[in-house]
């Protein structure tokens, strides 16, 4: 008999399935219904072409690669992230487990630091 998966992933992943609606720079005006999170259509061919199946991979796709989605979305960075952190809000009513997988990258730290600053 399989057993669930164990780990912070989401229960039950929601299927993405296309939308009419219209996404706009930092909302992709996604909506729940039943077992799918229907996204606009355009959005819904992309992650169908880059191999999204559900929600998760979706969310995971937008945080992790946010420029590749802004290059498709012809949005800003900036904007696909607002818009990754607004999903994730909303999915993570659904399923609390979705808060999990959007983890925020840390700021890379450039050049060194001189070490006279430094704590002892």
Not at 70 to 91: D, F, G, M, R, Y
């Amino acid at each position: 008999m399989p057993q669930a998966p164990v780990g912070p992933w989401p229960r039950s992943p929601l299927r993405l399935a296309p939308s009419e609606a219209q996404a706009e720079p930092g909302d992709l005006h996604a909506e729940i219904m039943g077992d799918a999170l229907c996204i606009p259509q355009p959005l819904a061919a992309e992650a169908t072409q880059r191999g999204l199946r559900n929600a998760a991979d979706l969310v995971a796709y937008a945080t992790t690669f946010p420029s590749a989605l802004a290059k498709h979305l012809n949005w800003s960075v900036p904007e696909v992230q607002a818009a990754a952190a607004k999903l994730t809000a909303q999915l993570a009513e659904h399923d609390p487990a979705f808060r999990t997988l959007a983890m925020q990258r840390p700021e890379p730290a450039y050049g060194a630091l001189n070490p006279d600053d430094l704590p002892a």
